[in-house]
């Protein structure tokens, strides 16, 4: 009797573990047999697999076949084994040569006529198949998303028979090819943007360092306008970024967008997502908003509109930049590398220092109101700002033009560009070490930062991202060192609005 080999790998997240499938022909009454903790779609792969063997004209074997899907202790779903288990059957039963699987990882679905149909999350498997150096062989329909992992020896087939006939040196199999119709997706220019010069820097100074940003103030104000074309001045995504991003988006339910998967994602769920839609989860986890942000942009309009258990389940992944998800009989990771924009209003009703006056909530009320945002989440906010109404009537016609997106785009990728030269991440993300290290103050500006703290019962972690703003500052100028208008500049942004923002 025959056994055989085959490599695959498992949907867990975007870790994309190895899967040995392996299969035994052996004596006993004709009955096929899997086990390795199969979900159940895997399950019904041994009916898939018999048909396809038996419609593509190969001899289904009359044996005790065992087919085990090893680690048995990982879980394992989907439709993805049906190629190698039959490849498997068929090579231990010594229909097609067993020389190249050992040189190959295969991952396919199986119709009942022996077509390869697409499967979820090709890209991570494509990316851990080169990192393990070898080859990977998917459905014609994965193709372009299996060749942005750029790995060597990647093939597309369109059925079992010209992946057997590929392995018995009979044919030849098409090389995957990514789609060249890549586009950018068009972002709102800052132009828009009608006065507002405070929050207009922000803003900028906001993306140059990849900092978190709250956005308070009446309604009307441009809050909202403001954070919709924060993507249009983020610099570009590395290809390490994008391609990091991509896994994320691949084993989502929507799928991979070929054609923007390199721009910078822009996720803004409703106030009433839940903290599963938020962060991830599910008896079979998947990734949330934030991991759907990886890279790119989460905004939070009406923030203390968000349940507040919704709101504080976002505190661990702002400082790791991940999200573990732990279920009974599951364990996935998600990435969560994202920059936070949320926008609110000072009360209920909203104009809470407003000079109209129109406010009519009770202290008690907006008391309430913003305490449904808490101080450990507010602390890991590194501007908090307000947006004022305008003073007078602002015009549309006749208003001097406002600068676009475009420039300031230049001035934040310069300044970017510092900082991954420099400590190789975003100022936002630098370690305690690394703060030290890349922003230390002279003795004057470490007494005006001492005097802030005292004066307005700053923490340590809000101390620290006050320095990291003051070094985005810095960079936005391409100045050396920390000066004393750096360092209150990002004071100012840390204070402003304080009255509508701190409690």
């Known amino acids: 009797m025959g056994l055989a080999l085959v490599h695959s790998r498992a949907g867990l997240g975007v870790a994309a573990p190895a899967v040995r499938v392996e299969v035994h022909l052996g004596n006993g009454l004709p009955r096929m047999s899997l086990v390795g903790l199969p979900e159940t779609a895997l399950r019904e792969a041994k009916d898939r697999v018999k048909a396809a063997l038996m419609n593509a004209r190969f001899k289904f074997p009359a044996s005790l076949i065992t087919i085990s899907l090893t680690p048995a202790v990982l ?3 989907g439709s993805r084994f049906d190629l190698p288990i039959a490849l498997g059957i068929l090579a231990a039963s010594g229909q097609v040569s067993d020389e190249n699987l050992a040189q190959y990882e295969f991952i396919g679905e199986l119709s009942l006529s022996g077509e390869l149909n ?6 991570p498997v494509a990316l851990k198949a080169k990192e393990a150096g070898r080859g990977l062989i998917v459905p014609r329909g994965n193709g372009a998303e299996a060749a942005l992992a750029k790995g060597p020896r990647q093939f597309e087939a369109d059925s079992l028979l010209a992946v057997v006939a590929w392995l018995d040196g009979q044919e030849k199999l098409r090389p995957t090819v990514a789609n060249p119709d890549i586009a950018t997706r068009s972002c709102k220019d800052m132009a828009d943007v009608i006065d507002q010069p405070f929050a207009r820097r922000a803003l900028e100074v906001a993306a140059a360092g990849s900092h978190n940003i709250l956005l308070s103030g009446p309604p009307g104000t441009g809050k909202t306008m403001l954070a919709s074309r924060l993507p249009g001045i983020l610099p570009p995504l590395t290809e390490r970024e994008a391609l990091e ?3 994320v988006s691949s084993i989502s339910q929507r799928g991979l967008d070929l054609k923007h998967w390199k721009t910078r994602s822009f996720r803004a769920p409703h106030h009433t997502a839940s903290a599963v839609a938020l962060v991830g989860g599910g008896s079979k986890p998947r990734p949330g908003e934030i991991s759907l ?3 790119g942009v989460l905004f939070l309009d009406e923030l203390p509109e968000f349940s507040r258990h919704v709101l504080e389940v976002l505190r661990e992944p702002m ?5 573990v998800i732990a279920r009974a009989a599951r364990y996935a990771e998600f990435p969560a590398r994202f920059q936070l924009i949320a926008a609110m209003n000072p009360c209920p009703c909203g104009y809470a220092g407003d000079p109209s006056g129109q406010c009519r909530c009770s202290g008690e009320q907006i008391q309430r109101y913003r305490a449904r945002i808490s101080g450990p989440l507010l602390d890991r906010i590194d501007l908090q700002i307000e947006v004022p109404r305008p003073p007078g009537m602002v015009m549309y016609n006749g208003s001097p033009p406002s600068e676009c997106s475009d420039s300031i785009r230049r001035r934040v990728i310069a300044a970017r560009d510092i900082q991954l030269a420099r400590a190789g991440r975003p100022n936002a993300h630098l370690n305690n070490k690394a703060v030290n290290k890349y922003c230390r103050l002279d003795a004057v500006c ?3 930062l001492e005097d802030a703290a005292k004066k307005r019962f700053l923490s340590p972690r809000a101390c620290q991202r006050i320095l990291k703003v003051a070094r985005t500052l ?5 100045a050396e060192t920390i000066s004393q208008v750096h360092l209150a500049e990002a004071i100012s942004y840390r204070m402003a609005g304080s009255g509508n923002i701190q409690y």
């Open 293 to 295: 942000a990886h890279h």
């Open 319 to 323: 400082e790791s930049g991940q999200i």
């Open 118 to 123: 697409p499967v979820q999350g090709v890209l």
């Open 446 to 448: 470490h007494q005006l």
């Open 245 to 247: 991003a991509a896994s």
């Open 474 to 478: 810095a960079d936005l100028e391409a």
């Open 75 to 77: 879980p394992k779903e």
